[in-house]
């Protein structure tokens, strides 16, 4: 009996492997083994007999017979051919199916932190629909990643100094507003009048009087001394980020990285560099300017400011300090226990009165910003190369993604054309606790399950397409239980579940299976369930949660294949319950499988897993 799931593919390779050196090659290419496809015979393939074909000067197909009169392969492989230039395997039945159903054994860790950034909006108003992308993707991310074996920290950076945080607090006190209405959220109530004041903006009179506000409260954040108002605002936005499914290890307050003095250090070791200088004369007269031109080749102008003649920093400024911090290059800040997160997982928060806590000194960072500041991160990561640190910059990774569109509109904070993040939250369970009230009046807890699948086909939406892709949010099309959605993959793990009581109620649920009775149904279900673990892997490397998501969907449709596949008499070809003894068993045990399978899969996509839909 075997105690945990074979990596079949790996000892494919290993097999491949000794055949080549059978053949007398020392070297070759990467060894690729694939499923077959479903109308070609075998269970795996590879085409390493076509990628040998020019440096053996041979046909494919002469390599892959030679390779097979030389393979010494695992007793659980049936039968062994040549197909075009593909080597094919197939295994036995049973074999592959218990695999399926066996636990899947953790990856084991890997050395050196992750520094993952993401959300990090502005302090000034309620999250809109810009920044939901955003949030999915760094926090499904860093769940993937853990789940494959790295330490990961999460950080969310606090621009608590900027013009936006100025504009809004300022706002509050140009129209005379205390305190937000009854039933109204405070970084809405916030986010209202930030709008109003930059409408009051188009009268010049009003903007020159605006101007010197903005500026005088600019001051008072840099001083610290606005720092509780600004601290209202983001415990109001948190709660968004919370109720999305978001964590965070540590906040990095802005004005923490220029108090603590990070800001001025990262600059002295920059200005230690040839790239760095202080020009006497020309348009960057008393400015500190970085020339990046040996590290991004190709721009009209290569030299950046850092720090204004006037004494300044810009903003590429503060987010070199904080790369520098983040990759071990400088220390100093430090932290305060700041929340406790709906998980019971604490939130820390940089803070003058704190204490050094092991944050920071990654291997390797990841920022997940939209693709309209690539060239900012890759200044960021130019400034390393500027340091001599070529081996942190290639560790330097900047996860870009297109904006996403809601019902086909463009947002804007400043016009006010925004959908708040709670908004798109709030219409997604009502409408899905409309579907439940109409086509499950009895279901046990309504609104719960409403908050799990109108949530999740919120995130699901923003992580089922590629990043460089733009999003067209629709909710039909969201909370649709047919096709690529949320919805769609949580209804398959609730069926799941729904034959699982069944089978418990019956007395069934520990019946043991018979594998030898395997027909071509489960196999074809196995071969699914088998791949998510090299789905994951390749979602880690890639730094790209939509494989996961495209993986679930492709499990979800095997299953409802499965689950509705009829004999060419039109019978029900795969019942579970009414299965014979022993088949049934192998069927319970798949269902089993798959069910822990999507479970796991939608947790990496920060998603609930519905027990009754």
């Known amino acids: 009996m075997l105690a945990s799931r074979p990596e079949i593919k790996s000892q494919l390779k290993a097999a491949i492997a000794q055949a080549l050196e059978a053949l007398g090659l020392s070297e070759w290419p990467e060894i690729v083994v694939q499923e077959t496809p479903p109308d070609k015979e075998g269970d795996y393939g590879t085409p390493i007999a076509m990628s040998l074909a020019r440096t053996l000067r041979k046909a494919p197909p002469q390599i892959a017979a030679d390779l097979l009169q030389n393979i010494q392969l695992p007793a659980w492989v049936r039968r062994t051919f040549v197909l075009g230039g593909y080597l094919n395997f197939e295994l036995e039945p049973a074999f592959l199916v218990q695999s399926a159903t066996l636990p899947m054994a953790p990856f084991p860790k890997v050395a050196g932190k992750v520094l993952l950034e993401h959300t990090s909006v502005n302090p000034n108003k309620e999250l809109h629909v810009g920044h939901l992308r955003n949030i999915c993707l760094g926090d499904s991310l860093a769940r993937i990643l853990r789940f494959v074996g790295r ?55 009003q903007k020159a009087r605006i101007e010197q506000g903005v500026q005088s409260t600019l001051h008072r954040l840099e001083a610290g001394e606005l720092r509780g108002e600004v601290d209202k605002i983001l415990r109001a936005q948190l709660q968004t980020m919370y109720r999305l499914g978001a964590e965070y290890n540590a906040l990095v307050w802005e004005s923490d990285i220029v108090r603590e003095g990070l800001l001025g250090k990262a600059m002295q070791i920059l200005e230690a560099s040839p790239y760095v200088s202080r020009p006497i004369e020309g348009k960057y007269a008393g400015a500190l300017v970085m020339d990046t031109s040996a590290f991004i080749p190709g721009l009209e102008d290569p030299y950046l400011v850092l720090i204004r003649s006037n004494g300044t920093s810009t903003y590429t400024a503060k987010d070199i300090a904080l790369q520098f911090w983040k990759m071990g290059l400088l220390e100093g800040l430090r932290f305060v226990t700041y929340d406790t997160q709906p998980s019971g997982a604490p939130l820390y928060s940089t803070h003058p009165e704190g204490l050094p806590l092991p944050f920071g000194g990654a291997s390797e960072t990841i920022n997940v910003v939209d693709a309209r500041q690539s060239h900012a991160l890759r200044v960021v990561q130019a400034s390393l190369e500027v340091e001599g640190r070529h081996d942190l910059a290639e560790k330097c990774f900047h ?40 086509k499950n009046p009895d279901h046990p807890n ?109 499990l979800a449709a095997a299953w409802s294949g499965f689950y509705n596949a009829k004999t060419p008499d039109g019978r029900p070809a795969t019942p579970v319950l009414t299965a014979p003894s022993g088949l049934r068993g192998v069927r319970l045990e798949l269902v089993k499988a798959l069910r822990q399978t999507l479970k796991q899969g939608l947790g990496l996509l920060g998603m609930e897993a519905p027990e009754v839909m």
């Open 151 to 205: 330490e990961v920290e999460v950080m969310n950076y606090i621009d608590d100094t900027g013009r936006q945080a100025a504009e809004s607090l300022y706002a509050l006190a140009y129209f005379g507003l205390d305190r937000p209405p009854a039933g109204v959220k405070y970084d809405h109530w916030v986010g209202e009048a930030y709008v109003r004041l930059h409408q009051a903006m188009e009268d010049p009179e």
């Open 399 to 438: 996860l870009a993604y297109e904006t996403v569109l809601l019902e086909g509109r463009q947002m804007s904070g400043r016009k006010g054309i925004v959908v708040s993040v709670d908004e798109v939250m709030d219409e997604a369970v009502r409408r899905v606790r409309a579907v439940i009230a109409e």
């Open 446 to 554: 309504p609104q719960e399950a409403a908050e799990q699948i109108g949530v999740g086909a919120v995130r699901f939406a923003m992580l089922k397409t590629e990043a460089k892709k733009q999003i067209d949010f629709r909710y039909d099309q969201a909370l649709s239980l047919e096709g690529d959605t949320g919805p769609y993959i949580q209804y398959a793990y609730a069926r799941a579940g729904s034959i699982l009581r069944k089978a418990e109620e019956q007395g069934l649920i520990q019946e043991a299976p018979d594998f030898t009775q395997a027909t071509p149904y489960e196999v074809a279900l196995a071969k699914t369930l088998l791949r998510f673990p090299e789905a994951v892997q390749d979602a880690a490397r890639n730094k790209a949660p939509h494989i996961v998501a495209q993986y679930l969907l492709e």
